[in-house]
Each structure stands twice: as structure tokens, then as C-alpha cells.
């Protein structure tokens, strides 16, 4: 039988965060209304320790560096400076341009929460988004337009997976709980179903798509994978793990590479040319909590992973059975919240996550905000923690603009 969903009702609010223009205020100007929140006492769920909550994000201001990006540039032309001398300057100024980021929208069309995000690849202003519900928005939120609306089912049809047509930007794929695997447009015509199923107690939980190789990869909800071409035409249909797919991601540059995350607590990864059956694959990666994702980096030489507790491991290309990087970090899993997957930011070698505040974390703090965390990839040192007193929900999904890189999507909802 399918789980049961509890009944919600509170619109669920979409964001884009940019930095501020000059007539925006500093966290210095909005610590007043930070000071309020503290005031509602301690039956508030939004009380917040003014002092510390400015003194903890002011301590992770990254330093000015010792000369600007054009010299940078210029010594990197001349000879005098490595490639990754000139990438970490630039990565260090786009830390630095974190402080000034301010929600610039915010969007409630939903009677549920979201739980997909996905920047349309040709218009950098454009953003979809999908709900618990099967709702899906295409919102542009640079003209006054009235964003595309497409009404779900409801209970039951919930978004896991949304990705646009790399081949037609005006349309996208979706995986739901729904059952099936799907093709459709922005007028709400379904064009071709991948997969489905018949019952209510199978449904997807994952999706991905290459372009280069014309692929669409779906995982289930009892750890089947299914290959398919971009035709519909089915390649496999395996059983890769014991218990649900959460996620799978086929690599960037080697599109012939999958990682596939479960709740079975394994991350694997495979080479499609050579898959034979469930033991067929090239690394299995043991974790200590059911996996929320796996992310290739932009480059495709790490793998990012998401456990439904609190840890999140880098591992490296020259050695994929062993992490880089264990990151403790409070995201554990609730069944009416949308779990919580750490992504890389596009460019620069960083981890974006949301974090949900546990008493149990040994690191946890009185009043501990729920913030945006950015980590660098290759120490696991946090670098910066977003926040705005205007939206203090959990922030389970986010991403990136490819096209605006001073451009963030994210979904929150508050409990």
C-alpha cells in the first residue's frame, strides 16, 4: 500500500534570491526586526538570539583577497599564476558577493509543498517548479505576466523528478508518485509516457536526462532502474537496490557513468555499457543513514551524497570507494518534509544545503537558525550561511542558475 499523506493546506512559498540593489537593506539594518522575532518568547517556532545569529554569519565573511580579479587574470596571462590559483580568486569573490543576497521574490501557488526545482536552460529568469500535489509552475519573474500553471491530482501525484528537455526547452520531463515517468509541455499535454504503472503501490521517485547520449534514467520506489531512450524505448528494467531510489544522476561529462542513491544506505555506481544485473556494478558506497541524493560535480570528478540524518560526503574521481570529505550537517529526514538534497553550485567548487536545526547535533546552538549553507568542496570548511528574517522555513531544495549565476532557487516550508 502507498503511505498515507497527511492533509496539508498551508500554501508553501517558492523564492529567488539575489543580491540586493542599493535601496536594499543590510543585515545590519535588519537586525531590528531579527530582535522582534527573539521578543515573541519561547513559544514562537521563529524566536531568534539577535546577537548571535549576526555575530555567528559575520564570522564567516570571507577576507578580502590581496589583489583584485583583473590582476589575477592578467598575472594567469602572463604565466605567473595557475589556473586554479585564478578559479579559487574567483571563487572567493563570488563568497564575498553572498553577503548582499536578499530574497527578491517570493511565490505561494501551491496548497502543498514544493518539492522539485529546475532553472530553464535559454531564459535565466525562468524557473519551474513542482509540488507535493503534481502542481507545476513555470514562473518568470522577470515580467508581471501571470506565471504557466499546470494542476496536479493532488494527494498522490507528488513531483520527485523535473528536468527540461535538453533537445525542446518548451518541454519536461517529471517523474511522480503518480506512476509514471512522463513528457510534457507547458500547456499540459502529456507527449509520451516512459513508464508507468497500473497500481498505487509502485510509483517513481527519481529521474534524469542526458542529452549527449539521448537518455532517460527513472528509479522506483522498490530500487528498480529503468533505461530508457529518448524514443521510449526500454534498454533495462533492473532491480539495482534493495528499497527505494531516491535519486540518480548520470555523469556530466561521462554520460555512460550513473550513481544511483536508496534507502538501502548504499550509493552505487555503474558503467551503463556494462550493466548485467544488481551485482554488476563498479563501486558500492556503504553510508550509515538511508541516501537523499548523489550529485556528479559540474566537472564530473566528485560525487556529492545526502544521508537523511547528518552527514554529507565528497568523493573523488582517483578514488571512488573512499570520501573526500565527511561534512557533519543537520538535515535529518521528516515524513511531511521534503527531503533535503545537497546540490553544487554550477561554477565553483561548493556545496549548497539546507539546514534543519537538531538538538541532538553535537554542534547545535540555542535559537539556531535555519540557513543556507555553503561549504567549500575540497576542505568541507562552511564558508557562508545565507538567511533572510523574511523566510524562515526549512529550505529543502535549491539550485542554482546556470544562466545568472547570481541566482538562486529555493523551496521552503515551514513546520
Not at 493546506?9 to 522575532?37: G, Y
Not at 590582476?71 to 586554479?84: D, I, N, P, V, Y
Not at 508518485?177 to 508507468?196: A, H, I, P, W, Y
Amino acid at each position: 500500500m502507498a503511505p498515507r499523506k497527511r492533509p496539508e493546506t498551508q500554501k508553501t512559498p517558492e523564492m529567488v534570491v539575489r543580491p540586493k540593489s542599493k535601496r536594499s537593506r543590510s543585515p545590519r539594518e535588519l537586525e531590528p526586526e531579527a530582535k522582534k522575532l527573539c521578543a515573541k518568547g519561547p513559544g514562537s517556532s521563529r524566536r531568534l538570539d539577535s546577537g548571535c545569529l549576526w555575530a555567528e554569519l559575520a564570522s564567516l565573511q570571507v577576507p578580502p583577497l590581496c589583489s583584485s580579479i583583473i590582476r589575477a587574470l592578467h598575472q594567469q596571462k602572463l604565466g605567473k599564476a595557475s589556473w586554479s590559483s585564478l578559479q579559487q580568486g574567483l571563487q572567493q569573490s563570488f563568497l564575498r558577493s553572498l553577503a548582499s543576497y536578499r530574497i527578491f521574490q517570493k511565490a505561494a501557488p501551491f496548497d502543498r509543498r514544493a518539492t522539485s526545482l529546475a532553472w530553464h536552460p535559454a531564459h535565466p529568469s525562468t524557473l519551474a517548479v513542482g509540488s507535493k500535489g503534481g502542481d507545476i509552475m513555470l514562473w518568470n519573474f522577470g515580467v508581471k505576466d501571470k506565471p504557466t500553471f499546470l494542476k496536479g491530482i493532488g494527494a498522490g501525484g507528488s513531483i520527485t523528478g523535473l528536468k527540461f528537455n535538453p533537445l525542446n526547452t518548451d518541454q519536461f520531463f517529471t517523474s511522480s508518485m503518480e506512476g509514471t515517468t512522463r513528457l510534457q509541455d507547458f500547456k499540459g499535454n502529456t507527449l509520451r509516457v516512459f513508464s508507468s504503472y497500473d497500481t498505487c503501490n509502485f510509483w517513481f521517485c527519481s529521474l534524469d536526462v542526458s542529452a549527449k547520449s539521448r537518455m532517460v534514467v527513472t528509479g522506483d520506489n522498490v530500487g528498480h532502474v529503468i533505461l530508457l531512450n529518448m524514443d521510449g524505448k526500454e534498454l533495462w528494467n533492473l532491480r539495482m537496490h534493495k528499497k527505494k531510489v531516491t535519486h540518480v544522476a548520470l555523469n556530466p561529462c561521462c554520460d555512460w557513468f550513473l550513481a544511483t542513491a536508496s534507502v538501502d544506505q548504499t550509493v552505487k555506481i555503474w558503467d551503463l555499457r556494462q550493466v548485467r544485473g544488481k551485482s554488476s556494478f563498479l563501486y558500492s558506497l556503504p553510508h550509515r543513514h538511508p541516501v537523499n541524493a548523489a550529485c556528479f560535480s559540474p566537472d564530473g570528478a566528485q560525487l556529492l551524497t545526502t544521508d537523511q540524518k547528518s552527514e554529507i560526503r565528497v568523493y573523488s574521481a582517483s578514488q571512488w570507494d573512499c570520501p573526500l570529505n565527511l561534512i557533519p550537517h543537520p538535515h535529518r529526514h521528516f515524513q511531511h518534509l521534503t527531503p533535503i538534497k545537497a546540490t553544487w553550485h554550477p561554477r565553483y567548487n561548493l556545496i549548497v544545503v539546507g539546514r534543519y536545526p537538531d538538538p541532538n547535533f553535537k554542534s547545535c546552538t540555542p535559537y539556531e537558525l535555519r540557513t543556507i549553507d555553503v561549504f567549500d568542496g575540497s576542505s568541507g570548511k562552511m564558508m557562508h550561511q545565507l538567511y533572510d528574517p523574511e523566510s524562515s522555513g526549512i529550505i529543502s531544495v535549491i539550485t542554482f542558475s546556470f544562466g545568472a549565476r547570481r541566482k538562486l532557487g529555493c523551496g521552503s516550508e515551514r513546520h
